[in-house]
């Protein structure tokens, strides 16, 4: 039998606040990652483990990168964007929180050398691509976009 092609699966957190009417987002700087080293990322990411839903994977990695608890009930879906990198096909799947236990902080020093509150409309230049599509998903309220396909 011939065997089915099969994709990868991540899932990430865009964290906002809103202060005086204007929203905020929180962005990571990647630091010394075989990916998106020192280009801003999303609040948190990962890939989802055997036997794991996306959102139990979005709470854990949340926890482990920035040390925040997430309840289910307070993570919101966002949108999907099925990706073409030159080594992999991705389903990476965004979701979205305002609400949250304990204040945001680098937790894995190694991988993250700032984190930091953005107004959503003003995004760093160094922002990753899949990154501001994910932002622009959230606040257009799209939820699928396709990135690296020759016929986009």
């Not at 879906?77 to 990706?83: D, E, L, P, R, Y």
């Not at 236990?101 to 160094?126: A, R, S, V």
Request: contains cysteine; proline residues 3%; negative net charge.
């Amino acid at each position: 039998m011939k065997k089915r092609f099969t994709l990868r699966c991540a899932a990430f957190l865009i964290l906002t606040k809103t202060e005086n009417n204007q929203e905020y987002v929180l962005l990571q700087k990647r630091y010394h990652t075989e990916i998106l080293s020192s280009q801003y990322d999303v609040a948190a990411s990962g890939h989802l483990e055997k036997n794991e839903s996306v959102k139990d994977a979005m709470i854990r990695e949340a926890k482990e990168e920035i040390g925040i608890t997430l309840l289910k009930e307070n993570l919101h879906f966002s949108s999907t964007i099925h990706a073409k990198f030159e080594d992999a096909d991705y389903i990476l799947i965004t979701f979205w929180a305002d609400q949250y236990q304990e204040t945001p902080k680098i937790m894995e020093p190694d991988k993250c050398n700032e984190l930091k509150w953005f107004d959503i409309n003003e995004l760093p230049e160094n922002l990753a691509d899949t990154r501001k599509i994910m932002i622009e998903n959230y606040k257009n309220h799209i939820p699928y976009k396709e990135y690296g396909f020759q016929n986009e």
